[in-house]
């Protein structure tokens, strides 16, 4: 008998709910772990069901998102979405799986942060600045 594995796919939403369909072509079982009750129709109506053996609500709360999750002991985490990214970082890092830094989610997240990484990366970049204001 063979155990299926799981993962975990946070905002399954927009391209990101052509996410467990992949995964589950490679042997997997998706779980879905929203992090809000509030986002957009527009986005959340791409969202696929079916593809999830379980929907679970956690909001942007670290302990709550493992808490959820831990049951399903899952070998992954995916964001589906932009609103996704910074917990699912955080969850793969609490739960011992490979991920990206959570110390370093603005590079992924934040234009500003993004250019910067690569100019200290020695790549050439876009000049900015980051101004609060208009003048």
Known sequence: MTTRRNAVVVDPFSTGALIAPALAARGLDCVALITSEDLPAALTRSARRGDFIAWLTAGQDLAAAVEAVAPFDPVCVAPGNESAVALSEALARRL??????????????????????????GLHAAEQLRASSLD
Do not use: F, Q, V
Request: with cysteine.
């Open 96 to 121: 011992g799986l490979r991920g990206n830094d959570p110390a370093t989610t603005s590079w992924r997240r934040d234009k500003y942060a993004m250019i910067e990484r690569l100019r200290t990366c």
